[in-house]
């Protein structure tokens, strides 16, 4: 991996261009990394271009929400299903039938053949996250002695969500608002299917299968504490994702300038991006438990002034700040749920935490919709506030756990090295 630009007093800084580029160097990381940016884009898309679809259709916000919320429990509920199939068959042979069946619950909602809630739940139920399957061949590629990069890929995978849920809702709204919402939903299950099968033809760096009775018992890591934690994390997280975004909009709409709310989203995702580039580029020595603590502390005292404040240039300011510390927290999920787990369930292990962090954007935004109604978006915040809080809670009694040290299966099979990462332990501790 790359090596550090300098070295004061026992620190290391090393440049983030070099730190990336070097990683994507690495053979066989970029064909596998780039397809699943491009189909992780599609997926930033999709929830975003059913609420135009659907409105255009029906003239009802009411209607395009209760299908987007059909679609967004499918995809939590399908994800961890999904990534079981390909654990245990791999991505090659999974990921074209599911990007096949995508293409068709697509075609049914477009169509309009069937009812657009059983179209909405069809497309969720079968919309692959390509993240986790990217994140899977990241543990098999750095393994052994390149496992101290984990943590600079894992912050690439969160700039890559990052700028797919900053570029892809604007790129459908823009379709929507010209009248073309079918544009939009037809290009996000484009790049989907691309993305995705481009991905899977690249079988050099697919994660080793292992025997169905190491797969079973391998799963018994899914019901230990110290990954149960991690999901916990992931819902709490999705649930201050999902109030953030109404009370966002609510404090906007509340001080009658409505436009202001793209500026204060632009505020917090502009410093999400750079949080997670500087993160990524550091050096990651010492306690991830710790870190993870430390960040979630940092998000509760950042969200904290949201309670009370109401001047736009305050709120905006405040807002960046919280951008900061949220993804430090996904890359760090990320590193203690790959160390917690056996490589044999690793890729159904990253699909719960992506899908409990949906379920609880979900759940938190009717939850907060309600307090924001009777209380204004002061009240809102303050349930975003709360899941912060949580999460500092949950990141603190994984301190108390000893490190997992997980083993993972030694020996290179089909699909790159497999051997136990010795650093992971030891980094998670």
Not at 44 to 70: C, N
Request: hydrophobic content about 55%; aromatic content about 4%; glycine content about 14%.
């Amino acid at each position: 991996m790359a090596r550090p630009a300098g070295r004061r007093k026992g620190c290391v800084v090393p440049s983030a261009s070099a730190n990336y580029r070097t990683l994507l160097r690495t053979s066989g990381a970029a064909a596998f990394f780039l397809p699943a940016a491009v189909g992780r884009l599609g997926i930033a898309m999709t929830g975003i271009g059913i609420v135009w679809l659907v409105h255009a259709r029906t003239g009802s916000y009411a209607a395009a929400g209760l299908v987007t919320g059909g679609f967004a429990v499918a995809d939590a509920v399908a994800g961890p299903q999904i990534g079981r199939l390909v654990d245990g068959a791999g991505q090659a042979r999974v990921l074209p039938c599911v990007l096949g069946a995508h293409a068709g619950a697509v075609a049914l909602l477009l169509t309009g053949a069937v009812p657009d809630l059983v179209a909405g739940v069809l497309v969720g139920a079968t919309l692959p996250q390509l993240g986790a399957l990217s994140a899977a061949r990241w543990s098999a590629l750095l393994s052994g002695e390149r496992a101290a990069a984990l943590p600079t890929a894992f912050a690439l995978e969160a700039l890559a969500n990052g700028v797919s849920y900053l570029a892809g809702p604007a790129l459908v709204s823009v379709l929507g608002a010209a009248g073309r919402p079918g544009a939009g939903v037809l290009l996000a299950a484009a790049l989907v299917v691309v993305g995705g099968l481009a991905l899977a033809a690249q079988r050099r760096t697919m994660p080793p299968l292992t025997g169905r009775a190491e797969r079973r018992h391998a799963g018994r890591a899914l019901l230990r504490s110290v990954f149960l934690r991690q999901v916990a994390l992931g819902l709490a997280l999705g649930v201050f994702f999902g109030a953030m975004q109404v009370s966002v909009a609510a404090y906007a709409v509340g001080r009658g300038t409505p436009d202001v709310a793209a500026l204060l989203y632009a505020a917090s995702n502009c410093t999400n991006l750079v949080g997670g580039w500087v993160y990524g580029a550091w050096s990651h020595g010492g306690s991830t438990r710790r870190r993870q603590a430390v960040a979630a502390a940092c998000l509760t005292l950042a969200c904290l002034p949201l309670v009370f404040l109401d001047a736009p240039l305050a709120v905006g300011a405040t807002l960046a700040l919280t951008g900061l510390a949220v993804p430090v927290l996904l890359i760090l999920s990320s590193v203690l749920t790959e160390s917690a787990v056996p490589r044999a369930v690793l890729t159904q292990a990253f699909t719960w935490g992506n899908s409990a962090s949906a379920a609880g954007s979900a759940g938190a935004a009717a939850v907060a919709g309600r307090m924001v109604d009777t209380g204004g978006a002061h009240d809102g915040f303050a349930v975003a506030a709360g899941a912060a809080a949580v999460m500092t809670a949950l990141a603190l009694g994984g301190l108390r756990n000893p490190p997992p040290g997980v083993p993972k299966p030694s020996g290179i099979a089909r699909g790159g090295a497999n051997a136990r990462h010795p650093g992971a332990a030891r980094s998670a501790g």
